[in-house]
């Protein structure tokens, strides 16, 4: 089967065996042949750590054996560390070597093997090619509850022109009952936003920032953007090492400062299914922050096109 690896010569669609069930003892797993795979900046951090010895793919979604459309929430945590014994299994003692794509192989290819507990039912009014969204929108979801967001609270996105992943933040704090704004220069990323039903014109000072660029000036606008007493919500990949950074609008405004990586269960239940449900019921979200879709094959261009100058949101791999 074609998958998607870092090699030695960068991304590459590679020729491999289909994983074997023997290699995860004590997992209950079923085969997923996706249909979207969607690139994120955790990605690009991956690749420029050089060869890797697993699939990449973390944010996926496709077909049963039966033909059962599905998403995938790509965690095979150990089922029995303190963790996961009460349900907080995102902390698993098995760390990010749990995360498909990430530590084990992921979605970037024909099939991959998932565990069942992974599956997520797609509501029907939820094409699979979409429900690649479904992991990156459930990191807002599980972020916001973090951040203790209230539908009385004023929200803006900084950040949001890279991999769409900020607007996604965006429509999980609409969806919210919050009234939203996106603080950004970039026309594709406004002209998304807009579909979405974010507001273009930032004013004033919010309750909630969602910083979701992961660099040091990004950052920094959204301790500017905060107000008082606000807090400010740290979503994105942080890879680069920071080498100036001002804490003192942070103390100054006596902000809170809650980061968000993960996603698992809540009172209100499992974000990757609050996830599928949001993007059933929003479809203009999918609509408007996937921007390009490549084939598998297409894999390399797929990666020097997040990489380059050239505006784009979120680029959908379809094998
Ligand atoms: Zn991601
Ligand atoms: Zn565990």
């Not at 049963?64 to 995938?72: C, F």
């Not at 014994?85 to 990430?102: P, S, T, W």
């Not at 979503?235 to 080498?243: D, H, P, S």
């Amino acid at each position: 089967m074609r998958a998607v690896r870092r090699s030695i010569h960068g991304i590459e669609t590679c020729q491999l065996a289909p994983d074997s069930p023997s290699l995860h003892a004590g997992e209950t797993l079923v085969r997923v042949r996706t249909r979207s795979a969607s690139i994120c900046q955790t990605d690009m951090a991956l690749a420029r750590l050089g060869a890797l010895p697993f699939t990449l793919g973390h944010e996926f979604a496709g077909l049963l054996d039966d033909g059962t459309p599905v998403g995938v929430e790509p965690l095979a945590p150990c089922g029995r560390c303190r963790f996961c014994l009460r349900n907080d299994y995102h902390f698993c003692e098995k760390g990010h070597a749990m995360v498909l794509g990430i530590g084990r192989n992921g979605g970037m290819a024909e099939e991959v093997l998932v565990p069942k507990r992974g599956i997520v039912p797609l509501p029907s009014s939820l094409d699979v090619r979409n429900a690649c969204l479904i992991e990156p929108l459930s990191v807002h979801l599980h972020a916001l509850v973090l951040a203790r967001l209230d539908g009385r609270h004023r929200v803006c996105v900084v950040g949001a022109n890279r991999t769409g992943f900020g607007l996604l933040g965006g429509a999980a704090a609409l969806d919210r009952g919050c009234e939203v704004d996106l603080d950004e220069r970039a026309p594709h990323a406004l002209e998304a936003a807009e579909r979405i039903g974010l507001g273009l014109r930032p004013s004033e000072l919010y309750d909630l920032v969602i910083e979701a660029d992961g660099s040091e000036e990004s950052i920094a606008k959204a301790a500017e953007r905060c107000t008082p007493g606000g807090t400010v919500l740290l979503v994105a990949g942080y890879y680069t090492e920071f080498k100036q950074f001002r804490m003192l609008p942070f103390v100054a405004k006596e902000l809170t400062v809650v980061f968000g990586t993960y996603y698992g269960h809540h009172a209100a239940g499992r974000d990757a299914d609050g996830a599928a449900a949001l993007l059933a019921r929003r479809p203009e979200i999918a609509a408007a922050v996937i921007s390009h879709r490549f084939p598998l094959d297409a894999a390399r261009e797929a990666f020097a096109l997040v990489e380059s100058d050239t505006p784009s949101l979120k680029v959908v791999l379809e094998p």
